[in-house]
């Protein structure tokens, strides 16, 4: 069975420049997680959805920060402007019933804003 | 805000001996999740605990849930290599709240 599919693997680009990070959840999940891990901060969840649904997105950062969920089986998050602060590896998870149940990682994206 | 910490940050031990990885919260939690990530790669779940006082085994990992349900431990015995990572616990409150613990960075010595 395929996995939560992430991609870019890597993604390096310059301060100001919009980044779109996608997201294949399991098929059949109906929750969706976007996750951002530091060194300095761990991991800390950025927003989540149910059945496409924006539930929580108080771990957003800013503005600059969106994500959207158009269907199940797709989800993007966008920063615009980047900036080199926003440099991390972001992770999509999913879940599948209730909100609790356990996530299922992608390998995520590592950003790198110079 | 509701936060959940675990000790220690880092540890290094020998091949072959235990290690344990504390998880606090600052409020109950309706559950608790422990997670394993590799270095290098991604979350892995590992099991999850509901119950107060709740105890799980798998193989040489031992899970607990605090009797208040605000702490949890997993413990190793005898370590082997293949145990390096992180270990994260992640909770969820009544509200629905979804916290990861700050992770244990686990280094094995052969």
């Known amino acids: 069975d395929a996995g939560v599919i992430q991609s870019p693997r890597h993604e390096v680009t310059e301060m100001g420049q919009e980044v779109t990070l996608r997201c294949k959840p399991i098929?059949?999940?109906?929750?969706l997680f976007w996750y951002r891990q530091t060194m300095m901060r761990g991991l800390e969840l950025l927003i989540y959805f149910n059945n496409n649904v924006p539930i929580d997105d108080s771990g957003m950062p800013e503005d600059r920060f969106s994500a959207k969920m158009p269907n199940a089986s797709f989800s993007t998050l966008k920063i615009q402007p980047s900036e080199p602060r926003d440099s991390a590896v972001y992770f999509c998870?999913?879940?599948?019933?209730?909100?609790?149940?356990?996530?299922?990682f992608g390998d995520g994206t590592r950003l790198s804003i110079l | 805000g509701q936060q959940v910490m675990q000790i220690p940050q880092y540890q290094h031990v020998q091949e072959g001996e235990d290690f344990t990885t504390y998880c606090n919260s600052s409020?109950?939690?309706?559950?608790i999740q422990w997670y394993k990530q590799r270095p290098g790669g991604h979350p892995v779940f590992l099991i999850q605990?509901?119950?107060?006082?709740e105890v799980k085994k798998q193989k040489r990992l031992t899970f607990q849930f605090g009797e208040a349900k605000k702490n949890s431990s997993l413990h190793i015995t005898a370590t082997q290599t293949t145990d390096v990572g992180t270990y994260f616990c992640?909770?969820?409150?009544?509200?629905?709240?979804?916290?990861f613990g700050t992770g244990t960075r686990l280094k094995v010595l052969a």
């Open positions: 605990l509901v119950k107060s006082g």
């Open positions: 992640w909770g969820t409150s009544g509200t629905y709240k979804y916290i």
């Open positions: 409020t109950t939690l309706s559950n």
């Open positions: 998870a999913s879940s599948w019933g209730q909100v609790n149940q356990p996530q299922h």
């Open positions: 098929s059949g999940h109906d929750y």
